[in-house]
C-alpha cells in the first residue's frame, strides 16, 4: 500500500534525501509515481489515498512547509475538479505536480541570478549547512566569472556541510571548512554570509539549520551582512494564523551513539532567525525586506493563504 509514498517518507526521514528543496522534489515525485499504480475504483476513493499519502509524507519531517505548500496546492486542485473518473484526476495530480516542480526549478534559476550579483569579484562568502539553493546561486556567480572563496561550517552533528564543501571544490572554488563553533571567528572574515531556509513565518523569520541563528547574531556583530536565499513557497501560511513552525527534534544517536546512561541529549535539527537579523531575503521575486513577505507572497502566489 501506498509504496512508492512509503519508500520516499523514509529517505526523506534519514536524511537521504536532505534540504528543503530536496525533499519537496521527492514527494511530488512520489506522488506522482504513485498515483501512476493508482487502484482507486472511484473519485472518494482516490481522493482518500491522495489524503494519506500526504499525511505520510507530511509526516517524515515537521519543518517543510514548501513540501507541505506543494502537496496541498495538488490536492486542492484535484478536489476543486469535477471530475469523477480516477484516470482524469490521476491526470490532475500528474500534471499540477510537473508544473510545480516546474516552477521550482525556474525559481532557482531566477534566484541565482539575482543573488549572484551580490558576489563581488575577491569576496569571502560564510555559509553554514547545505542548501542547494545556496550552491546553485554561487554556482552562477562562478559561471558569470566572479571570483570568490567560500567558508562553511561542518554543520553537526550530520555534517551537511561536507556536501557543501565538496561541491564548491568541484567548482574549483578556494573553499575552507570549520567547526560549527568556529562561526564568530570566522563570520569577521567573511563579506557576506549566505544560508538557506526551511521555513518562512508571517513575522519575517526563517527557519533553518540549527546554528543558523548564532551565525546571524555573530554576523549582526561583526556587521557581516547576512542573507537568507530562498523560494518565497518555504513561506508557512499556519503561521499567520497563530501556529508557531514545528521544530523537527531528531534521534539523539545523531550526536552519540552509546552515550552514558541518565544523560539527556537535546538535537533539534532547526532554529529561528529573527528577521531583525536578515538583511534580506534572495527570492524569486528580488531582494526583499523579511517585513514584505506576506505582500510579496500574496502577489504572487495568492492561493498560498486559500
Ligand atoms: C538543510 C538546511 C538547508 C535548507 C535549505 O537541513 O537547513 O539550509 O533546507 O536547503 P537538513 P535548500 O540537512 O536537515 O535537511 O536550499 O536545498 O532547500
Same mark, same amino acid.
Given at each position: ?26 514527494? /511530488? ?73 516546474? /516552477? ?74 570549520i567547526v560549527d563553533s568556529a562561526a564568530r571567528s570566522f563570520v ?27 551565525? !546571524? ?20 501560511? /499556519? ?45 524569486? !521575486? ?6 514584505s513577505i506576506i505582500e510579496v507572497i500574496n502577489r504572487r502566489y ?5
Amino acid at each position: 500500500m501506498q509504496e512508492a509514498i512509503q519508500k520516499a517518507a523514509m529517505s526523506i526521514r534519514r536524511l537521504k534525501v536532505q534540504g528543503a528543496r530536496n525533499v519537496a522534489i521527492a514527494a /511530488t515525485k512520489a506522488i506522482q509515481e504513485q498515483v501512476k499504480k493508482t487502484e482507486a475504483k472511484d473519485r472518494n476513493e482516490f481522493l482518500r489515498e491522495l489524503s494519506e499519502a500526504q499525511e505520510i509524507l507530511f509526516s517524515s519531517r515537521e519543518t517543510e512547509p514548501l513540501m507541505r505548500n506543494a502537496l496541498r496546492w495538488i490536492t486542492s486542485l484535484v478536489e476543486k475538479s469535477a471530475h469523477k473518473k480516477v484516470k482524469e484526476l490521476a491526470e490532475i495530480v500528474f500534471s499540477t505536480s510537473q508544473q510545480f516542480l516546474e /516552477t521550482l526549478e525556474g525559481s532557482k534559476e531566477k534566484i541565482a541570478e539575482i543573488g549572484a550579483r551580490r558576489i563581488k569579484n575577491d569576496s569571502v562568502v560564510f555559509t553554514h549547512c547545505h542548501s542547494s539553493t545556496v550552491t546553485h546561486l554561487l554556482k552562477r556567480a562562478k559561471l558569470d566569472g566572479r571570483s570568490f572563496e567560500v567558508i562553511c561550517t561542518e554543520s553537526r552533528p550530520v555534517f551537511q556541510g561536507r556536501m557543501t564543501v565538496k561541491e564548491m571544490l568541484a567548482l574549483g572554488v578556494k573553499t575552507t571548512l570549520i567547526v560549527d563553533s568556529a562561526a564568530r571567528s570566522f563570520v569577521n572574515k567573511a563579506d557576506l554570509v549566505l544560508v538557506g531556509a526551511d521555513a518562512i513565518t508571517s513575522e519575517g523569520n526563517v527557519i533553518n539549520k540549527i546554528g543558523t541563528s548564532m551565525i !546571524a547574531l555573530a554576523a549582526h556583530e561583526a556587521r557581516t551582512p547576512f542573507y537568507v536565499v530562498s523560494e518565497l513557497l518555504k513561506f508557512d501560511p /499556519t503561521t499567520m494564523y497563530g501556529d508557531f513552525e514545528k521544530i523537527e527534534e531528531r534521534s539523539a544517536d545523531e550526536i552519540w551513539r552509546e552515550p552514558p546512561r541518565d544523560l539527556i541529549i537535546r538535537n533539534p535539527a532547526f532554529d529561528v532567525t529573527r528577521r531583525d537579523f536578515i538583511h534580506g531575503i534572495i527570492c524569486e !521575486a528580488g531582494i526583499i525586506s523579511p517585513h514584505s513577505i506576506i505582500e510579496v507572497i500574496n502577489r504572487r502566489y495568492p492561493w498560498v493563504f486559500e
